[in-house]
Every structure is written in C-alpha cells, then in structure tokens.
C-alpha cells in the first residue's frame, strides 16, 4: 500500500503525521521487533510487558523500515511517522482494508484445543491446491493477526488465520478485522475462562460467524450440544456441521460429514475412515490418535468446500507434520515419548491422556497446572485426578499449582500410585529412574508431558528423556 492510502484509512486514528514529503512512497509488509524488519516494511511501536517498541525505532529506519507507526513522537527520525491514539488498534483497522484488498478466500478458525494444529492440517492441504498464506505458528491475538495479515502478499488463492481469546471482547475484534468467508469451529470446552465472564465459552466462539464477509459459510462441529444450539442461534446461513461420532446432531445421526479413527496401519501412519456429504474413503495421517478425527473432519470437510478434490486432501494428510509441543511422538528404544508440553486446557487434557493410554504401555505421566481457568480451576484440576486414576499411570509427576485438587481427585477416585509434586528436577530425575528399576516394562512405556506453557515442562521432558537414553533395556 502507499502511504498515502494508509494515512486514509487511519485518518480517524491519527494525532499527529510527519511525512517528510513521502506521501506516495510505498509500504511492504509489517514487523513490531526491529530485528525482524525487512527493507519497505511499516515498523509498529509496541508498548511489552518488557520493553518499548518506540525505543527501537531509529533501528528500525536503519533496517530499512519506511513507515514508522507509534503513539507518540519520536525524534530525529529520518523516514515518516504516524503518530496515533493506539498502534494496536490502528494495525487492526490497516490489516482489515488489506483484507478487504484481497481475493483470497479468507478461514477464520477458532475452538478450545486442537486450533494451531486444524490450522496447518488446512494450510498443507490448500496450498497443495493454490497460493496460501497463513498466520504464523499460534500469532492468533490482535497482534498476531494483524501482523500475519500485513505480511501477505494479496495474491494469494487462500487465507487461513486462528482466532484465540481470553477476554470478552477478543472474538469481535479479531473476526472484525478477518471478516471471514469461512468460518471453523472446532470445538468447546473449559479454556481461558477466566477472563471471559458468563456467557460461555460456546457464546464467545460463535461470535465469529457473526463476522462472516456477505454469503459466508459457518462450519461447526455437531458434538458439542451448546456450540451447535449457540451457532445456529447467530441466524447465519448457512451452517454445515461436522461429526467425530458417527454423524451425530443433538444425539440423532443426521450429520453428512463425519470421520473415524481405524487405529495404526503397519508403518504407524493413523487409518481414517471419512464419510463427506455420505461419500466414504480412507484416509492416512502421520497423527495417529481417535481426537485426531475431529480436526481431519474438519479441515476435510472446509477443503471441500473450497473445491479441492478428494485426492489433494488425501495428499496433504498423509504428508502433514504436527507443529513442535503437539502430539510429537518419539520412540526411545522401546519407550515412546509424547510431547504435547505447549499448552493444556481440560479438553486437550483429557484429550492426550486418552491417546497415550491407548498404546497399550505403562503410563508415566509428567504434568503440569492447567493456567487461565479462573473459579472453576478447582473443580477442573479435581476432576483432571480421577482420570488420572480411572487410567492409573505407573507415576505421575505434577508441576505448578493446584497440585493439592489433583490429589485429592486421585485418592477420591482410589489412585493408590506415586503422585510427585515437581520441586527438584534432580530429585524426579532420581525416583524416574528408581522406577526403571523397580518395575519390568518389557513393552517399554509411554512418557507424556503436558501442561500450559508458563509450566514450561520441556525442561522436565528433556531430563526425563535423559534417563531413558541411558536406561539399560534401551537399543
């Protein structure tokens, strides 16, 4: 865009403008971190919780940054800057009229768990299909999504952005600024509901078709009864619903598109049986676990929409790779290693101990405190204790808080096993390898690590991984 088309459309936002005569010079992608910026880029002072993008500016213009947007003057400052009322809120409404400049069909994406890898899974399969951009990584905050935007190109055939929320208002301002073709619903569970007040994590979801772009397409999964009774309560049309139970809307099979997990074929590869608009076909995925249906579901069913064909969803699933700290399997002789240590809610929780208890082995579960759940973190780490005990892991080791619920759910639901509350990395490395000792896993075991990411458990993980390297039935 040129500057003089940014200064109209952040006219409203403007306080001050120093423009050194450049007005028709031409502005190329965004950054905020002045050692990411690239030659054309507009730079974005960000106040952080530990610095001042503003202090960086002048090293910005040295990079080559063109256009400098901040809240308050900055001097001796050799290229132009707007200066404005809020840089965030500006960057939202500069990324919402480039969006309104492509012709890209745009999917905002949205649920409780499962979002970054849906994600990527759609990513893959599109741009197998055409030109695709996509936010980077789990970039689905304000930020995030103005900074992914800003740094398309405008050609490309396919748009794919996550939405993330923990505060009332998130939802709106990010599908405000998407203004989605298609917009996914994963799912809903308890997840940053701390800051999202009474109305209810579906509510709060479902509030993106209410930004859908003129004759846009919700697509929304059937198995969670309030998301479905909120979704349609949007009045708008239309809404094509997904399944990973067998087709079910409110409890009746009615639902065209749907998806099965068939287990692991002989390489390890996830077995998928897809059923869209009543066709069926098998499908295979390096993700091997029945959650992972859903998202299949998912992406299979929004790649139809979008026109491509059944064997380029194929394709894509079958080359996809899971993004680091989720669900990444690894085999250490005959153990197997499960990181999923990026974030944990109730949903993802139960979700993984599920998938980790299915192969069969002794469990060791290495877990840490599910964060941003507010007054029914209590209830949700109690109820996390007795799934724990229903599964029965051979050793569980907790770090962060609430580790007196989880203990409690454990002993309420008859859990008699070893539950170590993480203090001393030394001292878990210690009773890790005392359990290796102690008992005979012929099979090996499987070693999951999970929680939210402040736990910062890959520390944990790789520690423990340390022991099993070492282990002496280890190949």
Same mark, same amino acid.
């Given at each position: 865009?040129?500057?003089?088309?940014?200064?109209?459309?952040?006219?409203?936002?403007?306080?001050?403008?120093?423009?050194?005569?450049?007005?028709?010079?031409?502005?190329?992608?965004?950054?905020?971190?002045?050692?990411?910026?690239?030659?054309?880029?507009?730079?974005?002072?960000?106040k952080?919780?530990?610095?001042?993008?503003h202090?960086?500016?002048?090293?910005?213009?040295?990079?080559?940054?063109?256009?400098?947007?901040?809240?308050?003057?900055i001097e001796?400052?050799?290229?132009?800057?707007?200066?404005?009322?809020?840089?965030?809120?500006?960057?939202?409404?500069?990324?919402?009229?480039w969006?309104?400049?492509?012709?890209?069909?745009?999917?905002?994406?949205?649920?409780?768990?499962?979002?970054?890898?849906?994600?990527?899974?759609?990513?893959?399969?599109?741009?197998?299909?055409?030109?695709?951009?996509?936010?980077?990584?789990?970039?689905?905050?304000?930020?995030?999504?103005?900074?992914?935007?800003?740094?398309?190109?405008?050609?490309?055939?396919?748009?794919?952005?996550?939405a993330?929320?923990?505060?009332?208002?998130?939802?709106?301002?990010?599908g405000?600024?998407l203004?989605?073709?298609?917009?996914?619903?994963?799912?809903?569970?308890?997840?940053?509901?701390?800051?999202?007040?009474?109305?209810?994590?579906?509510?709060?979801?479902?509030?993106?078709?209410?930004h859908?772009?003129? =004759?846009?397409?919700?697509?929304?999964?059937?198995?969670?009864?309030?998301?479905?009774?909120?979704?349609?309560?949007?009045?708008?049309?239309?809404?094509?619903?997904?399944?990973?139970k067998?087709?079910?809307?409110?409890?009746?099979?009615?639902?065209?598109?749907?998806?099965?997990?068939?287990?692991?074929?002989?390489?390890?590869?996830?077995?998928?049986?897809?059923?869209?608009?009543?066709?069926?076909?098998?499908?295979?995925?390096?993700?091997?676990?029945?959650?992972?249906?859903?998202?299949?579901?998912?992406v299979?069913?929004?790649?139809?929409?979008?026109g491509?064909?059944?064997?380029?969803?194929?394709?894509?699933?079958?080359?996809?790779?899971?993004?680091?700290?989720?669900?990444?399997?690894?085999?250490l002789?005959?153990?197997?290693?499960?990181?999923?240590?990026?974030?944990?809610?109730?949903?993802?929780?139960?979700?993984?101990?599920?998938?980790?208890?299915?192969?069969?082995?002794p469990?060791?579960?290495?877990?840490?405190?599910?964060?941003?759940?507010?007054?029914?973190?209590?209830?949700?780490?109690?109820?996390?204790?007795?799934?724990?005990?229903e599964?029965?892991?051979?050793?569980?080791?907790?770090?962060?808080?609430?580790?007196?619920?989880?203990?409690?759910?454990?002993?309420?639901?008859?859990?008699?096993?070893?539950?170590?509350?993480?203090?001393?990395?030394?001292?878990?490395?210690?009773?890790?390898?005392?359990?290796?000792?102690?008992?005979?896993?012929?099979?090996?075991?499987?070693?999951?690590?999970? =929680?939210?990411?402040?736990?910062a458990?890959?520390?944990?993980?790789?520690?423990?991984?340390?022991?099993?390297?070492?282990e002496?039935?280890?190949?």
């Open positions: 865009m040129r500057l003089s088309e940014i200064l109209a459309v952040l006219e409203p936002d403007l306080v001050r403008y120093h423009g050194h005569g450049q007005e028709d010079t031409a502005v190329c992608g965004m950054a905020y971190d002045s050692r990411q910026v690239e030659p054309g880029n507009l730079f974005a002072c960000i952080g919780e530990t610095t001042d993008g202090l960086y500016a002048t090293k910005a213009a040295e990079r080559g940054a063109r256009l400098v947007l901040c809240e308050r003057e001796d400052l050799s290229i132009p800057q707007l200066v404005v009322r809020s840089t965030l809120s500006s960057l939202m409404h500069l990324a919402h009229a969006r309104r400049h492509t012709q890209a069909k745009v999917i905002g994406l949205t649920g409780t768990c499962g979002k970054t890898t849906a994600k990527e899974m759609l990513a893959a399969i599109l741009a197998l299909h055409g030109k695709t951009a996509k936010s980077l990584v789990n970039h689905n905050n304000q930020l995030g999504m103005a900074h992914g935007i800003l740094n398309t190109q405008g050609d490309e055939q396919f748009w794919v952005f996550e993330g929320i923990s505060t009332p208002q998130d939802m709106d301002e990010l405000s600024m203004e989605p073709d298609y917009a996914l619903i994963l799912n809903v569970g308890p997840g940053h509901t701390e800051g999202l007040g009474d109305m209810g994590v579906a509510w709060h979801k479902t509030r993106l078709l209410t859908m772009s003129e =004759g846009g397409v919700g697509i929304v999964s059937a198995d969670y009864p309030d998301l479905v009774w909120k979704a349609m309560g949007t009045h708008r049309t239309p809404l094509v619903f997904f399944s990973a067998a087709g079910e809307i409110n409890g009746k099979n009615d639902c065209a598109n749907f998806a099965q997990y068939l287990g692991e074929n002989e390489e390890g590869l996830g077995k998928y049986r897809l059923v869209l608009e009543g066709s069926a076909s098998t499908l295979l995925c390096p993700l091997a676990a029945s959650y992972a249906a859903e998202n299949i579901c998912a299979a069913v929004t790649s139809h929409l979008l491509v064909p059944l064997s380029t969803i194929a394709q894509g699933l079958a080359h996809f790779e899971n993004p680091p700290q989720r669900f990444r399997r690894k085999t002789g005959k153990h197997l290693v499960i990181d999923d240590t990026y974030n944990a809610n109730p949903l993802s929780m139960q979700r993984m101990l599920a998938a980790s208890a299915a192969y069969g082995k469990l060791v579960c290495l877990l840490g405190e599910m964060r941003e759940l507010g007054r029914e973190a209590q209830t949700c780490h109690r109820e996390l204790g007795k799934s724990l005990a599964i029965a892991p051979a050793l569980i080791f907790w770090k962060g808080g609430h580790a007196c619920d989880v203990e409690q759910g454990l002993r309420q639901a008859g859990f008699s096993g070893d539950f170590v509350v993480l203090e001393d990395t030394a001292k878990a490395k210690e009773r890790f390898r005392e359990l290796l000792k102690e008992t005979t896993f012929e099979r090996g075991l499987t070693l999951l690590a999970k =929680g939210s990411r402040a736990n458990l890959e520390q944990e993980l790789a520690v423990l991984e340390e022991v099993l390297q070492g002496q039935h280890v190949l």
